[in-house]
């Protein structure tokens, strides 16, 4: 499989009701992020082998923007090879080059290439360790890989470094084409020793390293591309909460400044509440075994490094978008900028599941509402994007089309398979031995969706997906008797890419006595008819009231030349009566007979008049059945 860029990864998210403006600084900063390294292609010299093994130790300060660094790389060729190059930005010098502990010759160049001289042809299938030790000044782009900042009053120092999706380079030798994740990784940060030192994975313990520096030793054993890779380093404090997980307890650990720690207490338990409600729709937890925290870090949004998100702040929402990408991004990664929403979708939609789960249906509505609105705030775009997309960041992390539309694709996905089938879906894809672990396409998403529902969703897909715009849909109503009710649908589409969008369009019809009743109708084709049972007389009818479709500016209109309680008049006058009610209608030939009820629905008489006294009747709320050749029409009427 091509695994060609991918992910971004990110973070980011947005408020319970997905307010727009929010999500959109967002994207756009994780837009800004990665406008700098846009331009960056796979690497064609990193292709020819496949990394298992990192030995990362890094000694840095957080008060200076350096690093000293010895990284040691297994990989096995997949051909063969005399020279193995990796990606370091030439910012970086390299000191010394070793293979299997003997001194090899490299070189550096201006295309950020770092190339080792092998000590003998390495053959396909053979592997082999090379050791790299360098050091540098890491170039910083404002927001970039590699940042020194401070926090706090005391101004104290914090260093944080952020990859996705091209960053990695700027400080540590690596492959950087994110077309091979790493099996297993050994991180060491030797940092001053007053400092509390975060990375991937378990850490497995610390040592004092004179003079006056502390080396922490954490280790991951999960697959993991380069851009997740990161190390934090300042005064924070820890505390952690815990997963029961079945009886297979892990932690959740939180790394925070020591100035925040109050209120990042009172925030992050819901994590746990999160966590569970994610394991039990999804599986488990992709990353049991080992962990799963927040580190405190220097901006405003989040980062899912993979067991550890680096989070500027610790609102219910970041928290929830950032765990969701530890399924959707970490342990299934999207395979190409066009299939971001693979990831961004997922983690937007999820932050909405958080929604229904903590707040409710109703709280969920306002949330789908919400990035309905967001999404039909403009006629066109796909959610899959084109080649010349992907050469504007401001198109591949766009709120609207990435975000909010791939996370309204799932809900109307759900809608269509149901829960069981839907999740169940999602539970096989993510546990896919091809894509677990690894890297997916929007094609692997839909086979296990068709696999869970036996539907074709091809044209789904199409309309939804891969073409642009959306729907509005003009439904006209009439009752051709008083027990049934006949809709037809007529639909436009906002962009001319989709000729027709085929959907299962609910609709909420409304009774003249306040009664409900809601419909689906599998609208496949324009101007369908749909004739659905109804016991009531209806008085309006509305196109997906509960926002559960994209769609915009839906009108109802009723036929009254062919509905039956406006083509038959009936009426009772006066209304409130006292004495004498009398029925009036253009329609006497159609008279059978009348019935009155009592408000508890006791018949009171029976009756082939259209006169009747009811002076002798206690005052309140009665109701009239008129009987007639083409159905029964109910009236209510006040005794007073």
């Known amino acids: 499989m091509t695994r060609f860029i991918l992910l971004i990864i990110s973070l980011f998210v947005c408020s319970i009701g997905i307010k727009a403006q929010e999500l959109q600084k967002i994207s756009e900063a994780e837009a800004k992020s990665a406008h700098a390294k846009l331009h960056f292609k796979a690497n064609a010299n990193t292709g020819n082998y496949d990394v298992t093994y990192h030995k990362l130790e890094f000694t840095v300060n957080p008060s200076a923007a350096s690093i000293a660094g010895k990284v040691s790389t297994t990989f096995t060729a997949l051909e063969d090879m005399n020279t193995v190059t990796f990606d370091l930005d030439d910012n970086m010098v390299v000191s010394s080059v070793t293979q299997n502990n003997n001194t090899v010759t490299y070189s550096q160049n201006t295309n950020d290439e770092l190339i080792i001289n092998l000590e003998n042809t390495l053959n396909l299938g053979a592997a082999t ?9 890491p170039t910083s782009n404002g927001f970039g890989s590699f940042e020194v900042t401070t926090h706090g009053n005391a101004q104290t120092p914090v260093l944080w470094t952020l990859s996705e999706p091209y960053g990695a380079l700027g400080w540590w030798p690596c492959k950087q084409d994110l077309n091979d994740k790493i099996d297993v990784i050994d991180v060491y940060i030797t940092a001053p020793e007053q400092y509390t030192a975060v990375s991937n994975g378990l850490e497995q313990g610390t040592s004092l390293t004179p003079p006056g520096r502390k080396t922490t030793h954490y280790k991951h054993q999960y697959p993991i591309p380069a851009y997740l890779i990161a190390i934090a380093v300042t005064n924070y404090e820890t505390y952690s ?19 925040s720690l109050s209120a990042a207490q009172n925030s992050t338990g819901v994590t746990v509440d999160i966590m569970n409600h994610f394991i039990n729709l999804f599986g488990a937890y992709p990353f049991e075994n080992e962990k799963y925290g927040h580190a405190q870090f220097g901006w405003g949004g989040g980062m899912e490094h993979t ?7 610790f609102s219910r929402n970041l928290i929830a978008h950032e765990l969701a990408h530890q399924w959707f991004g970490n342990k299934v990664t999207c395979g190409s900028w066009k299939d971001i929403w693979l990831n961004e979708g997922f983690a937007t939609y999820l932050t909405g599941l958080t929604v229904e789960h903590l707040d409710g249906e109703a709280a969920f509505k306002t949330w ?15 959610v899959y994007l084109s080649d010349i997309d992907t050469t504007s960041v401001n198109r591949i992390f766009s709120s609207r089309l990435s975000y909010n539309k791939g996370a309204m694709v799932l809900h109307m996905v759900r809608k269509k398979l149901g829960d069981t089938n839907f999740f169940l879906a999602l539970k096989n894809y993510l546990s896919d031995a091809n894509l677990a672990y690894g890297y997916a396409k929007t094609p692997d998403l839909i086979a296990h969706l068709e696999a869970a529902s036996n539907l074709n969703l091809t044209a789904f897909f199409d309309d939804w997906v891969y073409q642009q715009g959306y729907p509005t849909y003009n439904l006209e109503w009439y009752q051709p008797t008083t027990n049934t009710i006949s809709i037809s649908l007529q639909q436009h589409q906002s962009d001319a890419s989709v000729s027709f969008f085929e959907a299962n369009v609910p609709i909420r019809i409304y009774g ?16 369908q008819t749909f004739v659905e049972n109804v016991s009531f007389q209806v008085s309006n009818v509305e196109v997906d009231p509960d926002s559960h479709l994209i769609t915009k500016n839906n009108t109802s209109t009723l036929n009254t030349e062919r509905n039956i309680y406006t083509k038959y008049t009936f009426e009772v006058v006066p209304n409130p009566v006292k004495n004498i009610l ?15 009820y009592n408000a508890f629905g006791k018949k009171i008489l029976e009756t082939n008049k259209t006169e009747i006294s009811i002076s002798n009747l206690s005052n309140g709320v009665y109701f009239i059945s008129i009987i007639t050749d083409k159905g029964i029409f109910n009236k209510k009427v006040i005794k007073e």
Do not use: C, W
């Open 512 to 527: 003249t006595n306040g009664e409900t009743a809601d419909v689906l109708l599998n609208n496949t084709g324009n101007a």
């Open 129 to 137: 360790t090379v050791e790299i030790t360098y050091s540098g000044n």
């Open 241 to 259: 909460h815990t997963v029961a997980n079945n009886g297979n307890p892990f932690p959740v650990v939180n790394y925070v400044y020591p100035e």
């Open 307 to 313: 067991t550890v998100s680096f989070m500027g702040n």
């Open 582 to 596: 009398t029925l009036k209608t253009n329609a006497s030939n159609l008279f059978q007979n009348l019935i009155l």
């Open 368 to 382: 789908r509402n919400n990035a309905k609105n967001t999404v039909t705030s403009a006629t066109n775009g796909a």
